[in-house]
């Protein structure tokens, strides 16, 4: 690992402490290094607050030592004024020299024009330092941009048998196929990601509350799909108790209350690309899907996924629904208290 690397990948381990904070922006980390020594670190912690730039620079002690150091950052300085001033001015005006960077940043305020403005300024500037790291850091914002829609991930439970649930299955009845380590591993991933979905059948059979209750963080937005508006307001998913969205067939005009909208789709066509572009429009950049398998499969088959998460619990049934059909190598098996954990990705 040479220097350039080993900053960056210490500006990687900041930022990952704005994961779930951050959005609508990215996670971004930096560290000032002056003669082999960091003299000021930051990260972005919350939209509309300082940048790690920002942060960085303003915890050096020593101002005098800018001019003489590196800026070491996971993504390209902003070259804009959002809520706050652009970072690459900054930069400029503490003339700091040279500037170390891990990625170009997609959004298409900034996308190379932070590097041209440093440049500009007679600063020395390295791209692509730990490249792949610095943008899978910010999965979910690069998919975003790039391909206007949200970042994806599927999850499931399976028995041994790859059944996700008894046959026989009552409402408000749920059998539990992983442990409580793994239920609550689950909470922390929906904390996060911007939102969560479910078809009909599951809320009606399961009737869930799709939030984070056993992990302290932001609840997701809410989304099912109910085609004909099966869905009674006694439903966990109806409280209006966290933002959420049902999408229906064209027609039909329920009222808006607080915390719960009602989206039209058309179902004569191919509802996938109707709802990732209202989602890509509510400026959502990430999605959870939770089934059931009706709506994890349909993901598949369209191959509208980036990432799965499929647990294989101990509990076990003789018969009952079928998972999703995925025929998909491993890319990581973690066991989690004697659950295993599989990740795929969508390459």
Same mark, same amino acid.
């Given at each position: 690992m040479?220097t350039?690397?080993?900053y960056?990948? +210490?500006?990687?381990?900041?930022a ?6 951050t %959005?609508p922006?990215?996670l971004v980390?930096c560290?000032i290094?002056?003669?082999?020594? #960091?003299?000021?670190?930051g990260?972005? #912690?919350?939209?509309?607050?300082a940048?790690?730039?920002?942060r *960085? ?7 005098s030592?800018?001019?003489?150091s ?7 300085p902003?070259s804009?004024?959002g /809520?706050t001033p652009?970072?690459?001015d900054?930069?400029?005006?503490k003339k =700091?020299p040279n500037?170390v =960077?891990g ?9 190379g024009?932070g590097v041209?403005?440093?440049l *500009? *300024?007679g600063r ?6 730990c490249e792949?790291?610095?943008?899978k850091?910010?999965k +979910?914002?690069?998919t975003?941009?790039? /391909?206007? +829609?949200?970042?994806i991930?599927?999850?499931w439970a399976?028995? /041994?048998l790859?059944f996700?649930?008894p ?6 009845e749920?059998?539990?196929i992983?442990?409580?380590y ?6 922390k991933?929906r904390?996060?990601?911007q ?5 009909t059948?599951?809320?009606?059979m399961?009737n869930?509350r799709?939030?984070?209750r056993?992990?302290d963080?932001?609840n997701?937005?809410r989304l099912v ?5 099966k869905?009674?307001?006694n ?7 966290q933002?959420t ?9 329920p009222k808006h209350?607080e915390?719960?909208r009602?989206e039209?789709?058309?179902f004569?066509?191919? =509802?996938?690309?109707?709802l990732?572009?209202k989602l890509?429009?509510l400026?959502l950049?990430?999605? #959870?899907?939770?089934?059931?398998s009706?709506?994890l499969?349909?993901f598949?088959?369209a191959g509208l996924?980036?990432e799965a998460r499929v647990?294989t619990?101990?509990n076990a049934?003789?018969?009952g629904?079928k998972?999703?059909v995925?025929?998909?190598q491993a890319?990581e098996?973690?066991?989690i208290e004697?659950?295993q954990?599989?990740y %795929?990705?969508?390459?």
């Open positions: 040479n350039k690397e080993f960056i990948k +210490r500006c990687l381990e900041l990952r402490n704005g994961l779930s904070t %959005y922006n990215p980390g560290v290094v002056h003669e082999d020594k #960091i003299i000021g670190e990260w972005h #912690i919350q939209a509309g607050e940048h790690a730039e920002v *960085a620079i303003n915890a050096v002690k020593d101002p030592l800018l001019s003489k590196t800026l070491y950052v996971t993504l390209e902003c804009h004024f /809520k652009p970072c690459s900054l930069i400029i005006d =700091i500037i =960077i990625t170009i940043d997609p959004f298409a305020k900034v996308a024009m041209k403005k440093l *500009a *300024a020395i500037v390295n791209v692509g330092v792949d790291e610095c943008e850091l910010n +979910r914002f690069f975003f941009h790039r /391909k206007k +829609r949200p970042y991930i599927l999850k399976k028995t /041994k790859d996700i649930a046959v026989d299955q009552q409402k408000n749920i059998f539990w992983t442990n409580s793994s239920q609550q591993l689950v909470h991933w904390s996060e990601e939102s969560i979905l479910v078809g059948q599951t809320t009606l399961d869930p799709l939030n984070v056993h992990w963080g932001k997701p937005v799909i109910d085609k004909t508006l869905l009674k307001e439903l966990a998913v109806m409280d209006s108790s933002p969205i049902v999408f229906h067939q064209d027609g039909l005009s209350s915390h719960l009602f039209k789709l058309d004569d066509n191919d =509802i996938l690309p109707q990732l572009k890509y429009d400026e950049q990430s999605l #959870i899907i939770e089934g059931g009706k709506t499969q349909s598949i088959d996924w980036d647990f619990g101990q049934i003789e018969t629904v998972g999703p995925f025929k998909k890319s098996t973690f066991d004697g659950d954990l599989n %795929y990705y969508n390459d």
